[in-house]
């Protein structure tokens, strides 16, 4: 329906350049119609997840599509009176628009809490321990109303994912009734995929921009190979998979992944070897299934490439 109303529109500004964003610009920029302008305040398009490398292909494919897109900019108003008209930007400029979807983050819903001691943070979520309690015996808190810790920094950070929460809630559903065994929330990788243009895109754990932000000292490698062998046949996409590796124990710290569907399974890969602290040697002689029609070569599968040259690069 939502797509229908805006196809008679003839300017729609989407404000914010992450997965939301991106994929609504993606899914507008299908149909004929509206003008498409996706403005983002960051320098680059999906920060959180992706560096620049791989937010710069989203990007181009983007434009490639006819969509407009703005980054390094703010918006600091909604033009019109009972109909929006416009959009500024903080550098005075004004983009027409018809419609303006909104896509800027949100606050957690604690409403439910309020007038009982139940904890909040200065983030406004249910603070909660490793166990997802809350400071109210009896009271478990997951999803996006609870508080989120960073995996490695073990900093809050507000990541809203569905597979996080569910995690979550396994671990919740396990301690209800008592700890009977250890089971925790170790912090969030963070784990995310999406398509774009009909490229999946995937991420989890720690990126460039996060390591040099939070001081963490790194390697990292990236290699590129036909998601089927050999890559002339039917439906093979190029798959690039960037691993990064802590520079001294080789311990994975994150990865991020561009190609066809088997992205989309292959991210979960890369996030069990985050959770389990697996070190670049140990993916290096990682032993693999495969298949010409199912994934890449053996002989020159990303995964384990861009560990062999991460390790070449340490060595070095």
Same mark, same amino acid.
């Given at each position: 329906?939502?797509?229908?109303?805006?196809?008679?529109?003839?300017?729609?500004?989407?404000?914010?350049?992450?997965?939301?964003?991106?994929?609504?610009?993606?899914?507008?920029?299908?149909?004929?119609?509206?003008?498409?302008?996706?403005?983002?305040?960051?320098?680059?398009?999906?920060?959180?997840?992706?560096?620049?490398?791989?937010?710069?292909?989203?990007?181009?494919?983007?434009?490639?599509?006819?969509?407009?897109?703005?980054?390094?900019?703010?918006?600091?108003?909604?033009?019109?009176?009972?109909?929006?008209?416009?959009?500024?930007?903080?550098?005075?400029? @004004? #983009? &027409? %628009?018809?419609?303006?979807?909104?896509?800027?983050? $949100?606050?957690?819903?604690? !409403?439910?809490?309020?007038? *009982?001691?139940?904890?909040?943070?200065?983030?406004?979520?249910?603070?909660?321990?490793?166990?997802?309690?809350?400071?109210?015996?009896?009271?478990?808190?997951?999803?996006?109303?609870?508080?989120?810790?960073?995996?490695?920094?073990?900093?809050?950070?507000?990541?809203?994912?569905?597979?996080?929460?569910?995690?979550?809630?396994?671990?919740?559903?396990?301690?209800?009734?008592?700890?009977?065994?250890?089971?925790?929330?170790?912090? @969030? #990788? &963070? %784990?995310?995929?999406?398509?774009?243009?009909?490229? $999946?895109?995937?991420?989890? !754990?720690?990126?460039?921009? *996060?390591?040099?932000?939070?001081?963490?000292?790194?390697?990292?490698?990236?290699?590129?190979?036909?998601?089927?062998?050999?890559?002339?046949?039917?439906?093979?996409?190029?798959?690039?998979?960037?691993?990064?590796?802590?520079?001294?124990a080789g311990v994975l710290l994150g990865g991020q992944v561009s190609g066809g569907p088997s992205v989309g399974e292959l991210i979960n890969v890369?996030?069990?070897?985050?959770?389990?602290?697996?070190?670049?040697?140990? #993916?290096?002689?990682?032993?693999?299934?495969?298949?010409?029609?199912?994934?890449?070569s053996p002989t020159v599968h990303p995964l384990i490439n861009a560990a062999h040259r991460a390790l070449a690069e340490m060595r070095s």
């Open positions: 329906a939502l797509r229908d109303k805006l196809r008679d529109c003839r300017d729609v500004v989407i404000i914010g350049g992450g997965f939301i964003g991106a994929e609504f610009a993606d899914e507008l920029g299908g149909i004929e119609g509206p003008r498409v302008h996706l403005v983002e305040w960051m320098p680059h398009l999906l920060p959180g997840a992706f560096d620049v490398e791989f937010s710069d292909e989203i990007q181009n494919s983007l434009k490639k599509k006819g969509i407009s897109v703005q980054t390094g900019v703010r918006v600091v108003a909604l033009e019109g009176e009972d109909q929006v008209t416009g959009v500024t930007l903080e550098s005075g400029e @004004t #983009i &027409a %628009a018809d419609a303006v979807l909104v896509s800027v983050g $949100a606050k957690p819903a604690v !409403g439910l809490a309020s007038g *009982t001691d139940i904890r909040i943070t200065e983030k406004g979520s249910f603070w909660v321990d490793d166990y997802l309690r809350t400071n109210v015996d009896g009271v478990f808190a997951v999803g996006d109303c609870a508080e989120k810790r960073d995996f490695f920094t073990r900093k809050p950070v507000p990541v809203w994912l569905a597979s996080t929460a569910t995690a979550e809630a396994r671990v919740a559903g396990t301690n209800l009734y008592g700890i009977q065994v250890l089971r925790q929330i170790q912090g @969030t #990788i &963070a %784990a995310f995929s999406t398509q774009i243009d009909g490229v $999946a895109y995937a991420s989890a !754990g720690m990126t460039c921009t *996060t390591c040099a932000r939070e001081e963490f000292r790194c390697v990292t490698a990236t290699a590129e190979a036909p998601d089927r062998h050999p890559g002339t046949l039917p439906g093979a996409m190029p798959m690039k998979v960037k691993l990064i590796f802590s520079d001294q890369i996030a069990l070897a985050i959770q389990k602290r697996v070190t670049v040697r140990e #993916i290096d002689m990682l032993q693999i299934a495969t298949h010409p029609l199912l994934g890449p």
